[in-house]
Structures are given as C-alpha cells and as structure tokens.
C-alpha cells in the first residue's frame, strides 16, 4: 500500500513534480516514462546505497521498458569531485548514453549533486530524476536544481543550475539511514521553520521525537511543509538573485566548518546546524532576533542531537575559509540571519567585528 | 579609424551583440562596461595570442575601470580537457572571483570552449565575453552557446549551452594568424555557403583570393554574412533539437577524423573541410545533390587549400569513432547533407553501406 502527496514546482519550461510519500519506489518506472524520450536510464548511486534500493529501483525501471547502466561510485562528500564526476562520464560515455536518455541520482546530496552536474554537463545537458534517499536531500538537495562539485578550496564551487524532470522520495527509504545521518537531515528542517514558518517550528518543537522515530503521517506532512517552502522560494528566484539566498542559513559558516575540517568529519547537516547556531548569536548580538527566539532555536537544535558550537579553531581560519563562499559580494559577505522564528534576511552590512565576537562565542571549550 | 558592423542575436533574456569590424579592440572596454556589474575581469588566453593582443585587450579593460586577471593557457585542441580547465578555476578562486565578475575568451575555439565552460560552471555561472582572434571562432565558435571540453573518447562531450555577453570580432587579429589556420577557418566559411547561402558561395568563388589575403571590406561582409547565417539559425533552435543540427555539415566525420588522428594533427577546419567532401560524396551516391554542385564543393575546397580526402585507415575504425556523436539517437547516427549549392538536411535512414562507400572513396591514397 503507498500514500503519495505530489507537489509540483512551477518554473515554466523546466517545471517538474515531487513526490512524497511511503512505498513509492515500485512506482518509479511508469512516473519516469513519460520523462523520458529515449530508452536508457543510467542509476548513479554509492556503495552503501546500492546493496539496499539498487535492485528495487532497476527493477521498477525495467517494468517500464527501460534498459538501466547501473554506476556505483564510493561513498562520501570527499568523493564529490571531478574525478568521480569523470567515472560517471566514462560509463555513460562506453555505454553510449545518447541526449535522449537520462541520469537518475539514487542516494543523498553528494550523489544528488553530482549526478545533476553529470547530467547538465554530458552532451551539453541530458534529463536526470532524483530519488533521494537520506533525510537531508528530500528536504534540501532534491529540490532547486542546484548541482556541483567541490574545489579543494571550497564547497560547490563548480556547478550549474539544472532541474530534475521528477523527484520521487519515498519515506521508508529512511529507515535505513543511520541515525546520525537522520539527525543531520533535521537540521535543514529546523532550518525552515526559522526562516520561514514558525508554525513548523512549534510542530517540530511538540513532535520532535516522533519524526526522529519517522511516524509516517507526521514526517510525510513535514517533508511536504519543507519542499514546498523550498519550492516557492525557488519558483521565485531560480538563479539565487535574491530571496533564494534565506535558504542558505547557517551555511556560510557550516561551509568553513566543512572546509576546515576537510569535509569529512562534519556532515553537512551537523555544520548546517552549528552555522545556524553562529548565525543566531550574530543576530542576537545585533538586536535581530529576541534573545527568547535564540534560546528556543539552539534549544530545538540540541534536543535533535544537533551541535551548537564550533572545533576550536582561530577565528582568522573561520574567516580565511568564509572569503570563498559563493555569496560574497564586493567582497563583502552577506549574512542570512534569522530574525526570530519564522523570518529571516539578508545582510550586506555586518561589523567584522560583530562576526569574529560570534564565531569566538560559539567555539566550544 | 574604425570600421564596425553591429548584428543582434535574439535569444529572449540571452541575447547580445556582434561586434564586426576592424579597429575595434581599444574599444572593448567601453562596449563591456554596461554588461558586467562586477570590477573583474579574468582574460583568458594561451602562450600563442597573449604576446600579440593581451596587452592592448588588459588596456582597453583597464580604461574603463576594470581589473584584470590574466590566464594564459598552452596553445592547442589537446589541451582542451578538465586539467586545463581546473587551472582557470584555480586562478578564479584564489583571485576572489564572484558571480558578478566576467571572463573574456581571446583566442580562437578552443579558448572560446573552455572559458564559455568556465563561465558556465563557476559558480554555477558567471558572464562571459568573446574577442575571438581566429577566422573558425569569429564565424563559428563565438556564436551560439556552445562551450564544452574533449573527452578521450570524443570531442566536446563535455559542456553546457552558455551565451557570451558580448562578442567583438575584430579583422585586423587576422593579419597575425597563421596562413594554415585562415585556411582552416576557410572551410566553415564555405560550410555557410552550403548550407543556406548560394549567394554566398559564388561570392567566395569570385573573390577567394581576396578574402584570404584579408581585404578588409570583403572579409567583414562575408564574416557579417556568416555570423547572421548562424545566429538566425541559433534563434530558432537555441539547443540544437532541430535545424541548427545543419551548422554540423561535415562535422560527423571530421570529428572521427580528428578523434582517430588525436586531434593535433589535424585542424578543426581540415577536418571539417574533409568531411563535408565526403558527406558531399555520400549526398551524390544517394542522388540528394546534383554531380555539379558536388564539382563545384570540391573544387572550391581545394582552391581553398583544403583537404578533401580522409587518412588512409580502416573504415570500421570511422564507424567506431562516429558511434560517439553527439548526434546519434536511438542507435543511428544522423548524417547532415548537402542537397546542392545553399541546401542541406538532416538525414536519419541513411544505408550502412553506402556511408562506407563514401568512406572508402574519400581515404586518400
């Protein structure tokens, strides 16, 4: 039996459905067909995912005549790079993948982005379906169209804009993620209910403990919450000019955490999390947000499981690693920072001073 | 003095501007103020262009308040993979460049390539300009979107459609060029002629000679007549689903021609100019174009200086490397032919055999 919500993200000619909801991935194939011109889907994936939804997934694709090249690349955010990439087009290219067929990301965000980045770059750009199966991608990366790779200088600092043609994320693929994983995903939900809906927040806040322990009903309603958010924050600014940019809290200084600590040892939910953390200090000590709002925020934070503070590291190094973000403008980095629960800006005019204080506040001793 | 013809490619919130003409690169700074919001500019270039035209290009920036980035790249089509690219990349992110930056392609196509690739990826995209310094890149290479990188098994696999800000093409960087390469660039010319001019073609029957000693007037006509040839074709089909397919005439075979030969031996338009003698010879055998029209092709190719027979190898080893075109779909590959003089179409049925007929009647011996 499968419940299935669908939401779908208007952006004109590159529009495309979400699908949300419990044993979906038997439903793959016919949702996919109608994508899809040609006859081959190549299933990009890792080793950890592989061995559980692998044979599930082909075979949902075969039942509805697609011939599926299954790439299986090693697992981790330290894979996110051009080598990796190049596995992909080696495979796509000995298979023979032609610009009718498509790409499909089996797996969580560095699959999700690096299998958007394959397919916006092989032949000058080929369709690709996302199924994200880790918290953090159903409520973040599978949806935008974001994609990329990593510099050893930074994180995604080489990518496109590239819209999935369907994404189908099925709750139950969850049950296999670790909890740490699961509790790295929390962080970009917490993150829009701070920034946009402090409804969700109060929901998380009563029923925290039942979506950790993924009761159906209530996380399928808060994946929904989430993608929609997300999708109309996209629809309204696809190319990141302005609004699209709240959804980056808590990852200019998540970022050098990732960059410091050499992508590994953070997930990127965990340093989402403590970015968020930084980021409420900072506006906390600019009179933004209440100072009730800040505790709730790392309070909720803290009850996920979710870190709250820094490695102690000299705040110059923190600053060196957030010169390379992506948002940088005249050389200024602009700040996301919540103003309270539910409301979030941009800031173009923060006090060096004021973001050395914050970061030295939130280093842990 | 300067001489400046002005064409508009309409591509909706994509289009820009041609600059035609001679003279015109001291006012390239002026021209490119209004379209970039930031104050860099990072000229991309290589060991070959940089001693004759960075300095006066890095001036002309600078006289209208721009800072420059100056890349110089080794010179050649099998440098044009990711290794170089990641150069670009490195000198961006430790130069700070932001979205609001520009790069500037001066060089002919693979220069053009690789910084339209750069452009589109950096970042997720940034803006990019052309000074193209090549007889190919003015009539081809700058015009139209396609960037892209070579994969050992094929040309440009790698790429994004990605339209330049601006271009300026300026004649006079033509004087310095190598004759090898102004013939090569030749061969595109008369492609247009084919393809959609008739008008065109028995223009450079008339006034060949001229045209390659580099007349002014004549040159800027015939190169304004190209341009407009493939930006009216680039409008209607921005992302080649259709008739821009025809600007590939002779381009199947002498991207085999240029895979088999490891892409130095042979120039672009060498290549080209030899697989259009033999897609002519295919169209002839099939009674597409008149045996007339077929002389007249040839003939003007070969006054051109131009190669209008293939390497002697196996034809299998052609077959094998077209089955990699980016043109291929469902299995065939779609030849692009000449149906006489200012005519040609995309065929997709065309008989095993008579593609190696044509083949073997083109290997020189």
Redesign the interface.
């Known amino acids: 039996m499968s419940q299935e919500t669908i939401l779908e993200l208007d952006l004109g000619p590159r529009s495309y459905a979400l699908h949300i909801g419990s044993g979906l991935l038997a439903g793959l194939g016919e949702r996919l067909r109608p994508k899809v011109k040609?006859?081959r889907v190549a299933v990009i994936t890792n080793e950890t995912v592989a061995p559980l939804y692998l044979e599930p997934v082909t075979c949902a694709l075969r039942d509805s005549g697609f011939a599926v090249l299954p790439v299986i690349l090693p697992d981790g955010e330290s894979h996110k790079h051009?080598g990796t990439l190049?596995t992909i087009?080696d495979h796509l290219?000995?298979g023979?993948f032609?610009?009718?067929d498509a790409l499909l990301a089996l797996g969580g965000g560095v699959i999700g982005d690096m299998t958007g980045f394959a397919a916006?770059?092989?032949?000058?750009?080929v369709a690709f379906a996302q199924v994200p199966t880790t918290l953090l991608a159903q409520v973040d990366a599978s949806v935008g169209g974001?994609?990329?790779i990593n510099?050893r200088?930074?994180k995604?600092?080489?990518?496109?804009?590239h819209q999935p043609c369907l994404v189908l994320m099925d709750v139950e693929t969850l049950r296999t993620l670790p909890e740490r994983e699961r509790l790295a995903g929390m962080a970009e939900v917490i993150k829009y209910g701070i920034i946009r809906d402090a409804g969700l927040f109060s929901l998380l806040e009563e029923r925290l403990e039942a979506i950790l322990a993924l009761e159906t009903a209530t996380l399928t309603r808060v994946l929904r919450t989430c993608c929609a958010i997300k999708a109309e924050i996209v629809a309204a600014d696809e190319?990141e000019h302005g609004t699209r940019a709240l959804l980056n809290l808590g990852h200019t200084f998540g970022h050098a955490i990732e960059a410091l600590t050499g992508y590994d040892a953070w997930l990127h939910g965990e340093a989402v999390a403590a970015g968020m953390a930084v980021a409420t200090r900072l506006a906390e000590s600019l009179g933004l947000c209440d100072p009730a709002d800040a505790t709730r925020i790392r309070n909720l934070l803290t009850r996920a499981g979710l870190p709250v503070t820094i490695p102690a590291r000299p705040v110059a190094e923190y600053l060196e690693a957030m010169?390379?973000d992506?948002k940088?403008?005249?050389?200024k980095i602009r700040y996301v920072l919540p103003e309270g629960i539910g409301k979030a800006s941009v800031q173009g005019e923060i006090p060096a001073a004021a973001v050395e204080a914050a970061l030295a506040a939130a280093i842990s001793c």
Do not use: D, M
């Not at 916006?120 to 750009?125: E, V």
């Open positions: 040609g006859g051009w190049q087009f290219i000995e023979r032609e610009r009718s916006a770059s092989y032949l000058r750009g974001k994609t990329g510099h200088l930074g995604n600092l080489i990518g496109a804009f190319r010169s390379h992506k940088v403008a005249s050389g």
